[in-house]
């Protein structure tokens, strides 16, 4: 690497830590308290979400699998409307492990298209071009860091082919109901006609399996959750005492609002910097949502922001559907 990458490269990573600590900053000042769950996924994290993924109680990963891997035909002939080369975009990438079976498909079949995995952690996609390039070597890989919506116009910049948009994982539901019709129609207006996007939803089903999946025995969540205050301590200089915070978890099957809080255990002072925050004993920070979803909530979202649905595909439990929206 030469100077100049890396200033470049330090750059960058100036300019991240800048946004982490502005956005953990007002956070932690707005009322309730709040963090952004996108900042999970550190190096520790990303390995509490692999655990998460892999535990009995949580039913989604296994549900999206089951279409991915059975139902990859299904899925590959709602891509091939036409013959003309294109980009497969993934929002949120992780490890790839239920795309690659899509991706395994398209390759077999001799289809001329790029994958373009976006995702906020460099550590997982890395990780995820070693992993396809080891089992698919055939496979073109763009891999992108950052935010969706910046990655999706470096995306565009980079290549003209129409666009096939993966957002899976039931991720939409890590929006409130308001922030979820705004991140939709922000899509559909960097898209263009012809472009797909299909996108997975977590379906309302008995309160007791969505709770569980969200606060297994095992306490891999509550880790997950808490390790977001070992990543401000170490990143940005903080003091959170992990053992004074608790986490908690709620689901209301009337809204379909799946919540993460961690609950402050005592009244105490976290230093962020020159910052200081008070937390009274039993305050909650507002740590993540997990939307839950019926038919009409979709059809809603997808008219509200301006598609046309092609179709759906849903797992053999009818627990979760991968909807097919199209820009006209």
């Not at 910097?273 to 019926?294: A, T």
Request: aromatic share 10%; with cysteine; glycine share 6%.
């Amino acid at each position: 690497m030469n100077s100049q990458s890396a200033e470049v490269l330090q750059i960058k990573h100036e300019n991240y830590t800048d946004t982490f600590r502005k956005e953990i900053l007002e956070g932690l000042g707005s009322t309730p308290k709040k963090l952004h769950s996108k900042y999970f996924y550190d190096k520790t994290g990303d390995a509490l979400f692999q655990q998460i993924m892999a535990m009995p109680e949580y039913y989604l990963t296994d549900c999206e699998l089951d279409i991915f891997k059975n139902k990859t035909q299904e899925l590959a002939e709602t891509i091939l409307l036409n013959d003309a080369p294109f980009d497969l975009i993934e929002l949120g990438a992780g490890d790839a492990m239920k795309s690659s079976y899509l991706l395994k498909h398209l390759v077999d079949k001799g289809i001329d298209f790029n994958y373009m995995p976006i995702d906020i952690s460099g550590n997982i996609l890395s990780e995820l071009n070693q992993k396809l390039n080891n089992e698919i070597p055939e496979l073109e890989i763009i891999t992108l860091k950052g935010e969706y919506f910046d990655m999706l116009d470096k995306a565009t910049s980079i290549s003209q082919r129409r666009k096939v948009v993966l957002f899976l994982g039931g991720n939409i539901g890590n929006m409130d109901v308001e922030e979820s019709h705004h991140f939709c129609r922000e899509l559909r207006r960097k898209l263009n006609p012809g472009d797909i996007l299909i996108i997975g939803f977590d379906l309302k089903k008995n309160p007791h399996t969505i709770l569980n999946a969200y606060n297994d025995k095992a306490g891999i969540t509550s880790s997950f959750n808490l390790n977001l205050l070992v990543r401000i301590n170490r990143e940005l200089e903080a003091d959170f005492d992990v053992l004074n915070f608790q986490h908690y978890q709620t689901y209301d099957p009337v809204s379909g609002a799946c919540k993460s809080y961690l609950v402050s255990l005592t009244e105490q002072n976290v230093h962020i910097g020159n910052e200081v925050f008070n937390f009274e004993e039993n305050e909650l920070i507002d740590m993540e949502i997990s939307q839950k979803f019926s038919d009409h909530d979709i059809d809603q979202l997808a008219k509200d922001s301006k598609f046309h649905v092609l179709g759906e595909i849903r797992d053999s439990k009818n627990w979760f559907v991968d909807s097919v929206w199209q820009v006209v």
